[in-house]
C-alpha cells in the first residue's frame, strides 16, 4: 500500500494533528503525516511533530510583504513535498481563493460544530446560547467561503443542561479526535 502524504495545518495546541499522528502509527492507515505547517512559530504542535521526526515549517505572515507571498511560500514547501491531502487542524488563518482553488478537492477541515451552524469562532458558547440540544463537529471540503465548503463528515454530541463551554469543548474534541483520522482514512482509500 502506498500511504498518502498528509500535511497538516496548526496555529496551537495541535491536539487533532496527535490524533492523526495516533492513527497513523498503525501500519494499515492508507495516510502518513509528511510535513506540519505553522503561522505561529511557538505553537506547542510543532514541538510534538518535531519530536515525532516530522518535518515542520513556520511561516509568520509579519515575515511576508503581502497575504499572496505568504501563500505563495507555503505553497512552494507544499508542491515540493508531494502531499496528496492538506488538513487543517486549528489553523485560525483564512485562506485565499487562490489557494483553495489550487487545492480543490485536497483541503479539507475539521470545525467544532455541526454546520452549516455556527461557523466562526466561540461555536460552543453559541450553541449553549442557542438552546441547541445537540452539538458536535464537521470535517468539510475548503472553499472560499469560511467553514462553507461541501460537508465530508459529521459527529454529534449532546448539550447537557449543566455544560459550560469548556465542558462542551472538551466531550467535542473527544469526538472531533475520532472523526478526523476517520475521515481522512476514508478519504485517502478512496
Ligand atoms: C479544534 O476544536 C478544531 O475543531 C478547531 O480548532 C481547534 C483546534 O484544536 N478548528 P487543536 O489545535 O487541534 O488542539
Same mark, same amino acid.
Given at each position: 500500500?502506498?500511504? #498518502?502524504?498528509?500535511?497538516? &495545518?496548526?496555529?496551537? %495546541?495541535?491536539?487533532?494533528?496527535?490524533?492523526?499522528?495516533?492513527?497513523?502509527?498503525?501500519?494499515? !492507515?492508507?495516510?502518513?503525516?509528511?510535513?506540519? $505547517?505553522?503561522?505561529?512559530?511557538?505553537?506547542?504542535?510543532?514541538?510534538?511533530?518535531?519530536?515525532?521526526?516530522?518535518?515542520? &515549517?513556520?511561516?509568520? %505572515?509579519?515575515? !511576508?510583504?503581502?497575504?499572496?507571498?505568504?501563500?505563495?511560500?507555503?505553497?512552494?514547501?507544499?508542491?515540493?513535498?508531494? $502531499?496528496?491531502?492538506?488538513?487543517?487542524?486549528? !489553523?485560525? %488563518?483564512?485562506?485565499?481563493?487562490? &489557494?483553495?482553488?489550487?487545492?480543490?478537492?485536497?483541503?479539507?477541515?475539521?470545525?467544532?460544530?455541526?454546520?452549516?451552524?455556527? #461557523?466562526?469562532?466561540?461555536?460552543?458558547? %453559541?450553541?449553549?446560547?442557542?438552546?441547541?440540544?445537540?452539538?458536535?463537529?464537521?470535517?468539510? !471540503?475548503?472553499?472560499?467561503?469560511?467553514?462553507?465548503?461541501?460537508? $465530508?463528515?459529521?459527529?454529534?454530541?449532546?448539550?447537557?443542561?449543566?455544560?459550560?463551554?469548556?465542558?462542551?469543548?472538551?466531550?467535542?474534541?473527544?469526538?472531533?479526535? #475520532?472523526?478526523?483520522?476517520?475521515? $481522512?482514512? #476514508?478519504?485517502?482509500?478512496?
Amino acid at each position: 500500500m502506498q500511504r #498518502k502524504r498528509l500535511a497538516v &495545518f496548526i496555529s496551537g %495546541r495541535g491536539s487533532n494533528m496527535e490524533a492523526i499522528l495516533r492513527a497513523t502509527q498503525d501500519d494499515s !492507515y492508507p495516510a502518513e503525516i509528511a510535513i506540519v $505547517i505553522s503561522d505561529n512559530e511557538d505553537a506547542v504542535g510543532l514541538e510534538t511533530a518535531v519530536d515525532a521526526d516530522i518535518a515542520a &515549517f513556520a511561516f509568520e %505572515r509579519k515575515d !511576508y510583504a503581502s497575504k499572496a507571498d505568504h501563500e505563495a511560500a507555503i505553497i512552494e514547501t507544499i508542491d515540493e513535498n508531494n $502531499i496528496d491531502l492538506i488538513c487543517l487542524a486549528g !489553523y485560525m %488563518r483564512l485562506l485565499s481563493g487562490d &489557494f483553495t482553488q489550487r487545492y480543490a478537492n485536497t483541503l479539507i477541515n475539521i470545525h467544532p460544530s455541526l454546520l452549516p451552524k455556527h #461557523k466562526g469562532l466561540d461555536t460552543h458558547e %453559541r450553541a449553549i446560547k442557542a438552546g441547541d440540544k445537540i452539538h458536535g463537529c464537521t470535517v468539510h !471540503y475548503v472553499s472560499e467561503e469560511m467553514d462553507g465548503g461541501e460537508i $465530508i463528515a459529521q459527529a454529534e454530541v449532546p448539550v447537557l443542561n449543566d455544560d459550560t463551554p469548556d465542558t462542551l469543548a472538551a466531550r467535542v474534541l473527544v469526538e472531533e479526535h #475520532k472523526l478526523y483520522p476517520s475521515t $481522512i482514512a #476514508k478519504l485517502c482509500a478512496d
